[in-house]
Every structure is written in C-alpha cells, then in structure tokens.
T-cell receptor, first 116, second 112 residues
Framework: GAVVSQHPSWVICKSGTSVKIECRSL??????MFWYRQFPKQSLMLMAT?????????EQGVEKDKFLINHASLTLSTLTVTSAHPEDSSFYIC????????????FGSGTQLSVL | DQQVKQNSPSLSVQEGRISILNCDYT??????FLWYKKYPAEGPTFLIS?????DKNEDGRFTVFLNKSAKHLSLHIVPSQPGDSAVYFC???????????FGQGTELSVKP
C-alpha cells in the first residue's frame, strides 16, 4: 500500500514555542492532505483539509492562525502549531489521498506533542 | 453533533470466535464507509471499505455489512485472533470533498 511518512513521531516543547510537523507521501502524489488530532480515548477529529497549492480549509472551531498548514508540493504538507500551550498537547495525524476522491486515505504514523 | 457513532467503547472476544463491531451514522449523504485499525501511538491502517451501492463486502477474515435503511454498518472478524486486538474506527464520507468523519472507536481485545 501507499506510504505516508510523518515526522517527528514525538516532540516535547516549552509553552510559547512553535512546533512544525511534516507529512510526506513517499510513493504517490497527494493532491489532498488532511490533518487530524486525537485526544486519549477519543475519536480522530478533523482539523483541516489542504489541497496542493491552495489555502487550507479549516473545520469549525480550529484556529487557522494557531495551526498553520502549508501544502506547497504534491508530496509534502506541514502543520505548524504556533505558540503552543499545554492544551495543545495531543496526537496529531496526517493523511493523504491521490487524485481519486474515493480512494481510501493513507495515514502517517502520527506525532505525539507534549507541551510543558 | 456526532455524525458517526460507535456506541461500544470496548469488546472482548475469545480467540477463534466471531468479533462484531458496530457503527451507526446519522447523515444520509454519506455514501462510502471504511474501517480502520489503530494501535496506540500509531496512525490508523485501512482494513476494508464499502460503497452505499452494496450491502456486503468481504476480504479474508473481514466482512463489512451495510444496512442503509437503518444507517448502520458492522464489521465481522472471523475467526478472531489475538493479533486483532486494537482500536477499530469506522469512518464515513459523502459529498464533502472526500474528508472522512470518524466514530469514537471500539477497543477490541481477543483473548487466547
């Protein structure tokens, strides 16, 4: 199956700093990438949808200025958590899809963010 | 508003028996459904999917059933194996640009 690489797998940072998470599709062109977050024992909540070369579409309640998404190429999307606070501590997961909308999503391995 | 619901947070099954995981949805615009398996601190891995034009899809030990009138789908695993122990998420999509809406997950434990 297709491979989506997400980096880093875990990060610990101080409150107020910014953290960048990378998501790469290794063997296909990802026209659309999705960013999810998961709190312990809860569902995967969609944060935003990004299409290559255009601005991301954010879900209701997600601050676009806090969670900056860049999808500059067909193989790379980044999520930057700006001025992170302890309540931003969560498991962040990216997923990618090719041209066909009905293709199943392929997920990265996730990033565990802990903000002290 | 939880559009996709998995009402059982956990399920315990004996090895070799059938595991049945259930999922309900409320949005009648959903027309494609998927099941994912997830281990802690890892991303979900795709298991099986079904389009709304079908009522059953089978892949090895995994079968997904869709009842559109009841807005209900289920995943059957038979025979269950200890390696199947994980959290299972159902997900649905419709005319929303392909984004998936996930249920809360069911933690399956298969005991030897």
């Amino acid at each position: 199956g297709a491979v989506v690489s997400q980096h880093p797998s875990w990060v610990i940072c101080k409150s107020g700093t910014s953290v960048k998470i990378e998501c790469r599709s290794l063997d296909f062109q990802a026209t659309t990438m999705f960013w999810y977050r998961q709190f312990p024992k809860q569902s995967l909540m969609l944060m935003a949808t990004s299409n290559e070369g255009s601005k991301a579409t954010y879900e209701q309640g997600v601050e676009k200025d806090k969670f900056l998404i860049n999808h500059a190429s067909l193989t790379l999307s980044t999520l930057t958590v700006t001025s992170a606070h302890p309540e931003d501590s969560s498991f962040y997961i990216c997923s990618a899809r090719g041209e066909l909308v009905r293709e199943k999503l392929f997920f990265g391995s996730g990033t565990q963010l802990s903000v002290l | 508003d939880q559009q996709v619901k998995q009402n059982s947070p956990s399920l315990s099954v004996q090895e070799g028996r059938i595991s049945i995981l259930n999922c309900d949805y409320t949005n009648s615009m959903f027309d494609y459904f998927l099941w994912y398996k997830k281990y802690p601190a890892e991303g979900p891995t795709f298991l099986i999917s079904i389009s709304s034009i079908k009522d059953k899809n089978e892949d090895g030990r995994f079968t997904v059933f869709l009842n559109k009138s009841a807005k209900h789908l289920s995943l059957h695993i038979v025979p269950s194996q200890p390696g199947d122990s994980a959290v299972y998420f159902c997900a649905a999509s419709g005319n929303q640009g392909g984004k998936l809406i996930f249920g809360q997950g069911t933690e399956l434990s298969v005991k030897p």
